[in-house]
């Protein structure tokens, strides 16, 4: 298995969006083209997942000076359960070590959440990786989602600063707020 960056004209994005679409609820998802928009500014990275020369699935990381926010990550949906996205997590954080390293998810405590189950076994993995929850909370589009991650958690200034700049304009109509955790 290896991670490769890839560029606005990798030949492999149109998966990259297929396996995006794919694995997260509307909701949750900004147009495909926020992800790739800035790639090669130093805003944001997004890493192939390959194993023997096929690509497996992503992961979308949005950085600062400071700071380093796994945004999305998704193995195409046969690929699943086989250990490509420990080995990306991993490497993530080993390539970005000495940044705080952490990431948004579904809560465990929302009421009456239909997929409960999953979001269980999403945090466990995330736990076996070497991440542990934070003391943050992430409001994204309106949707509150806990935090994890590798040291500190990150601040409010340093969060919402970066999300600006990523999204631009459209944090105007999203929203991104970091909140301590209830």
């Known amino acids: 298995m290896e991670l490769r960056q890839m560029s606005k004209g990798d030949a492999d994005l149109k998966t990259v969006r297929d396996i995006f679409l794919e694995a997260f609820p509307k909701v949750e998802r900004p147009p495909f083209r926020v992800l790739t928009r800035k790639l090669g500014t130093g805003m944001a990275e997004l890493w192939g997942v390959y194993d023997a020369g096929k690509l497996m699935g992503f992961a979308e990381v949005i950085l600062s000076d400071t700071a380093v926010y796994l945004f999305f990550l998704a193995m195409h949906r046969d690929c699943r359960g086989k250990g490509h996205g420990g080995f990306t997590v991993r490497e993530l954080i080993k390539k970005y ?13 929302e009421e ?19 991440l542990h929850d934070l003391p943050v909370q992430l409001r994204e ?12 958690a990150p601040t409010k200034a340093e ?8 999204t631009g304009w459209y944090h105007l109509f999203v929203g991104f707020e970091l909140l301590e955790r209830a």
């Not at 009456?112 to 070497?130: C, S, V």
């Not at 589009?141 to 500190?152: C, K, N, S, Y």
């Not at 969060?159 to 990523?166: N, Q, S, T, W």
């Open 97 to 109: 070590a000495g940044k705080k390293f952490f990431l948004a998810l579904e809560s465990l405590t």
């Open 159 to 166: 969060y919402e600063g970066m999300m600006r700049r990523f």
């Open 141 to 152: 589009g309106g949707v509150t989602f806990d935090a994890m991650g590798v040291g500190e």
């Open 112 to 130: 009456g959440a239909d997929n409960m189950e999953e979001r269980i076994r999403r945090h466990g993995f995330y736990l076996r990786q070497g």
